[in-house]
């Protein structure tokens, strides 16, 4: 019988994230190490956010301080250069469907990488169309502000965020792995755990279960 390939490890992001930034300079050596592949799923945070009431970390001014020098920290750790794009919120959109064109892998790869390099490695930011074209077309898709302003690049962004909705995603960046959902940058030693084989210790299945159906004697 043919052996199987491992199943890829879904990355989960948006341009607007540091932390998905960051994650994304390490998810690929890890993967690697483990023989997967990284299969890369633009999604639209914001939606996230809606979706399960949350506030984004900008929204909040002592902690849109802390995750700068949070992610800042971490870049320092990881070696990477970080530097607050242009503006912050921003629309990601165009940049996120861009990245879900249907392109091969490694031109994927490229684009997404521009594309941080650009929001969050001292670039001019993604959400000027001529800037995001030259940075599109650097990484090999001439026709992308044409292609990504299409029916079908919008719908896939949306059906991407749904999915992840559906998955129990909640946060960017996301990683799901053999459907193990690992959730911001510094979940990515779990990951490594768990790809090795290390994740479950005597008596966490009951725990978890009972943890599971906890009631609650308090709400807000």
């Not at 633009?42 to 939606?47: N, V």
């Not at 290390?198 to 009631?215: C, F, H, N």
Request: proline letters at 8%; one cysteine or more.
């Amino acid at each position: 019988m043919p052996t199987l390939m491992p199943t890829p490890i879904r990355f989960y992001f948006d341009f607007i994230s540091p932390y998905a930034y960051l994650a994304w300079h390490r998810i690929h050596a890890i993967a690697e190490a483990h023989g997967r592949t990284v299969e890369p799923v633009p999604i639209l945070f914001a939606a996230l956010l809606n979706h399960w009431g949350h506030k984004g970390p900008a929204e909040i001014p002592p902690k849109r301080m802390y995750v700068l020098k949070d992610t800042l920290r971490t870049a320092h750790t990881f070696g990477l250069r970080l530097e607050p794009p242009p503006t912050h919120p921003f629309n990601p959109l165009l940049g996120l469907r861009i990245a879900s064109l249907d392109v091969d892998a490694s031109t994927r790869r490229a684009v997404i990488d521009a594309l941080f390099a650009a929001t969050w490695g001292g670039g001019d930011g993604i959400t000027d169309a001529a800037s995001v074209a030259r940075i599109a077309a650097t990484a090999g898709i001439d026709d992308a502000i044409a292609r990504a302003a299409e029916p079908a690049a919008k719908a896939r962004v949306r059906a991407a965020t749904d999915a992840a909705l559906a998955a129990g995603v909640f946060g960017v960046p996301t990683m799901v792995c053999d459907d193990e959902l690992f959730w911001g940058v510094d979940s990515l030693h779990h990951l490594e755990r768990f790809l090795r084989g290390e994740m479950q210790t005597p008596g966490d299945a009951e725990i978890l279960a009972r943890w599971g159906s906890l009631k609650a004697s308090a709400t807000r």
